[in-house]
C-alpha cells in the first residue's frame, strides 16, 4: 500500500511511492488511537509543514487512508462533544463532476471530503462552525502526516447545492470542503505568517484599554500605532471610499495639482524615471494614495507611515512600489523619507487624528521633505460645515460612534477631530509656508450621502432631512459658499525656492 516517504527540510513529505508500515485498514475499535498502523510523525514537523496543495496527481487516494484522515478529524473537539458532524468522501468521478460544476475548487482533488454539522445548533456563538473547523484542521494535519496533501474550500458555489449533490439531509448544512488528494508539487514555503508579536497580547489588547473615544486627545501615539497596524492589516484595507469623496478629490486635484495627469515619457536613450515625486503621509489603508497615484501617473508615490507593515502594504498599492518611510518614529530599519526631495507631499484627512502638537510636528516635517519648489498638499474636514451633522445621523440607532476617517469610513480606525480653517492655515504659516491655493466641496451634502446616511430613518424623518440638504444645496451655488462652508477642505502651500 503506498504511503509517504520521509519529510524533506521543509518536513513535507515526498509524493509517497509506497509505504509498508501504513495499515489503517482495522476496524476503529473507539480508542484513542489511530485505525491502525500509520507512519511516524514528529508533531512539530506535521503542524509547521503542513501547506495548502491544490495540485494533484490524478492517483486514486487509498480508502484507509481517507478513512483514517476522518478519523483523525472526529478526534476534534465540538461543543457539548455533541459531534453533530456527517462528512461524505467523494471518490466517485461522477458525483466530483457534479461538484466542479458548482465551484472549480471542487475540480483539482481525486476526493472531496464534504464536512457538514447540526443546521442551526448553537448559531449564536458559531459553534457549530467551531466545531466542523477544529475537524477539518485535525484532519489537514493528519492527511499531511499520511503524505497527502489538502485545501479547505469555502467557495463551494452554495453550500446548499453541495448537500444536496452529495444527499446529506436537510438538518445538516455544509461547513466546507477538504479537497484531498496527493500533492503534485511539494511546495517548499508556504505563505509567511504575520510574527507573533503583532498578533498576540497579554492580559488585554496592546496592553492597556483602546479609548472609544474619538478625541485625539485621549490615544496615545504608540496606542494608535498598534491599533491601526491591527486594523489595517486585518481587513480595513478592503474598504472602498464613498464616491461622493472620491469626487471632492478627484475636484481638488484638477483643481489644486492640474500637472502630472499623464506619464511623461523619458527623453530617447535616458534611462532616468522623468515622473516627478510625491510623497503620502499617513495613507493608513493606502485606498486614497492608490487613488491618487492612478488619477496622477505622471509622479511616482512614497509613503510614510506610523509602522513599517502598514507603511510597507501602501507602498505595495502603488504601482511601481513606492518605498515605505517612517513617521513620527524612524529607526535604522525604517528610516524617515529623504529631506529636499519631493515635489509633493501630501497628507489626506489625517491631521484630524493627531494631538494638537503632533499636528504641528507633522507639517512642519512634511515641509522639510518637501524640494524647494515644491508643494505641500492637505485635505481636512472642516469643522465649520455640515460634517457634525452626518456624524449624529451615523451614530443614530446604536449605530457606530464617533470615529471615522473620511475616505475610510470604517468607523473604528481611531480617533478624529474636524479642524478649523484658521487653525490649519496657522499651522501651514508656522512651518515657513505661503498658501498658494484652497479648494473647498461640498457644503451641503451631496443626494447619494444623504440617501445612504438616512437608509434606516422613518420616511418621515428622511423626508425632512433631504428636503433640508437640498435647500442647502441651493445655498451652495451662492458665490464662495462651498470654498467656506465646504465639508471638504484642500490646501496647496509652496517651499520657497
Ligand atoms: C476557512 C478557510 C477557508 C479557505 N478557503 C479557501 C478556498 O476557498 N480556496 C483556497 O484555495 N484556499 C482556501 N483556504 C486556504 C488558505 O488560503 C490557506 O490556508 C492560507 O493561504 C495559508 O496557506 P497554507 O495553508 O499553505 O499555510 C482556506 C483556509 C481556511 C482556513
Given at each position: 500500500m503506498p504511503g509517504p516517504s520521509p519529510p524533506d527540510e521543509n518536513g513535507i513529505p515526498d509524493a509517497p511511492s509506497g509505504s509498508p508500515t501504513f495499515d489503517a485498514s482495522a476496524a476503529d475499535d473507539g480508542t484513542h488511537?489511530?485505525?491502525?498502523?500509520?507512519?511516524?510523525?514528529?508533531?512539530?514537523?506535521?503542524?509547521?509543514?503542513?501547506?495548502?496543495?491544490?495540485?494533484?496527481?490524478?492517483?486514486?487516494v487509498e480508502r484507509p487512508k481517507i478513512d483514517q484522515v476522518m478519523h483523525a478529524g472526529i478526534w476534534a473537539p465540538?461543543?457539548?462533544?455533541?459531534?453533530?458532524?456527517?462528512?461524505?468522501?467523494v471518490t466517485d468521478p461522477e458525483v466530483n463532476g457534479t461538484l466542479a460544476k458548482l465551484s472549480t475548487q471542487m475540480a483539482n482533488a481525486p476526493v472531496n471530503i464534504i464536512v457538514s454539522y447540526g443546521r442551526e445548533f448553537s448559531e449564536e456563538a458559531w459553534a457549530n462552525i467551531q466545531s466542523a473547523s477544529a475537524l477539518i484542521q485535525n484532519m489537514g494535519l493528519a492527511a499531511h502526516a499520511l503524505g497527502l496533501g489538502t485545501f479547505w474550500i469555502t467557495q463551494t458555489g452554495g453550500a446548499e447545492r453541495v448537500r444536496?449533490?452529495?444527499?446529506?439531509?436537510?438538518?445538516?448544512?455544509?461547513i466546507a470542503v477538504l479537497a484531498l488528494g496527493y500533492p503534485k508539487v511539494q511546495p517548499k514555503r508556504g505563505p509567511k505568517r504575520r510574527p507573533l508579536d503583532q498578533v498576540t497580547h497579554y492580559n488585554h489588547y496592546a496592553g492597556r484599554p483602546i479609548p472609544s473615544s474619538p478625541s485625539p486627545a485621549?490615544?496615545?501615539?504608540?496606542?494608535?500605532?498598534?491599533?491601526?497596524?491591527?486594523?489595517?492589516?486585518?481587513?480595513?484595507?478592503?474598504?472602498?471610499?464613498?464616491?461622493?469623496?472620491?469626487?471632492?478629490?478627484?475636484?481638488?486635484?484638477?483643481?489644486?495639482?492640474?500637472?502630472?495627469?499623464e506619464r511623461p515619457q523619458p527623453p530617447e536613450g535616458s534611462t532616468e524615471d522623468p515622473r516627478g515625486r510625491w510623497l503620502d503621509v499617513l495613507p493608513c489603508t493606502g485606498i486614497v494614495t492608490?487613488?491618487?497615484?492612478?488619477?496622477?501617473?505622471?509622479?511616482?508615490?512614497?509613503?510614510?507611515?506610523?509602522?513599517?507593515?502598514?507603511?510597507?502594504?501602501?507602498?505595495?498599492?502603488?504601482?511601481?512600489?513606492?518605498?515605505?518611510?517612517?513617521?513620527?518614529?524612524?529607526?535604522?530599519?525604517?528610516?524617515a523619507p529623504p529631506e529636499g526631495h519631493y515635489d509633493v507631499v501630501s497628507c489626506f484627512f489625517r491631521l484630524e487624528g493627531l494631538r494638537e502638537s503632533d499636528r504641528a510636528a507633522l507639517v512642519a516635517e512634511m515641509t522639510r521633505w518637501v524640494k524647494p519648489g515644491g508643494r505641500l498638499l492637505i485635505a481636512y474636514v472642516s469643522s465649520r460645515s455640515?460634517?457634525?451633522?452626518?456624524?449624529?445621523?451615523?451614530?443614530?440607532?446604536?449605530?457606530?460612534?464617533?470615529?471615522?476617517?473620511?475616505?475610510?469610513?470604517?468607523?473604528?480606525?481611531?480617533?478624529?477631530?474636524?479642524?478649523?480653517?484658521?487653525?490649519?492655515?496657522?499651522?501651514?504659516?508656522?512651518?515657513?509656508?505661503?498658501?498658494?491655493?484652497?479648494?473647498?466641496?461640498?457644503?451641503?451634502?451631496p443626494p447619494e450621502e444623504l440617501e445612504f446616511r438616512t437608509r434606516n430613518m422613518s420616511s418621515a424623518s428622511g423626508k425632512v432631512l433631504r428636503g433640508i440638504a437640498a435647500a442647502a444645496r441651493a445655498f451652495e451655488k451662492l458665490p464662495g459658499a462651498t470654498s467656506r462652508r465646504g465639508r471638504f477642505q484642500f490646501l496647496v502651500a509652496r517651499r520657497p525656492k
Open positions: 488511537r489511530p485505525m491502525g498502523t500509520v507512519p511516524a510523525a514528529d508533531f512539530w514537523d506535521v503542524l509547521y509543514g503542513r501547506r495548502s496543495i491544490r495540485k494533484f496527481l490524478p492517483d486514486e465540538s461543543s457539548c462533544n455533541y459531534q453533530m458532524w456527517d462528512l461524505v468522501a444536496e449533490a452529495v444527499g446529506l439531509p436537510y438538518d445538516r448544512v455544509v485621549d490615544w496615545e501615539p504608540d496606542l494608535l500605532t498598534t491599533y491601526q497596524r491591527a486594523r489595517v492589516l486585518n481587513g480595513l484595507r478592503h474598504n472602498k471610499p464613498r464616491a461622493w469623496e472620491v469626487r471632492a478629490l478627484e475636484e481638488a486635484l484638477d483643481a489644486l495639482v492640474p500637472d502630472g495627469k492608490a487613488k491618487v497615484s492612478l488619477l496622477r501617473k505622471g509622479f511616482r508615490f512614497d509613503v510614510a507611515e506610523r509602522s513599517q507593515e502598514v507603511a510597507e502594504f501602501c507602498a505595495g498599492r502603488v504601482s511601481p512600489r513606492g518605498a515605505a518611510f517612517a513617521w513620527p518614529e524612524p529607526s535604522i530599519e525604517f528610516e455640515y460634517h457634525g451633522l452626518t456624524e449624529k445621523l451615523r451614530a443614530r440607532r446604536g449605530g457606530p460612534k464617533g470615529v471615522e476617517y473620511v475616505l475610510s469610513p470604517d468607523p473604528n480606525i481611531g480617533p478624529f477631530a474636524p479642524l478649523r480653517p484658521g487653525d490649519v492655515t496657522g499651522l501651514v504659516k508656522g512651518a515657513g509656508l505661503e498658501i498658494t491655493d484652497r479648494f473647498g466641496s461640498q457644503a451641503a451634502p
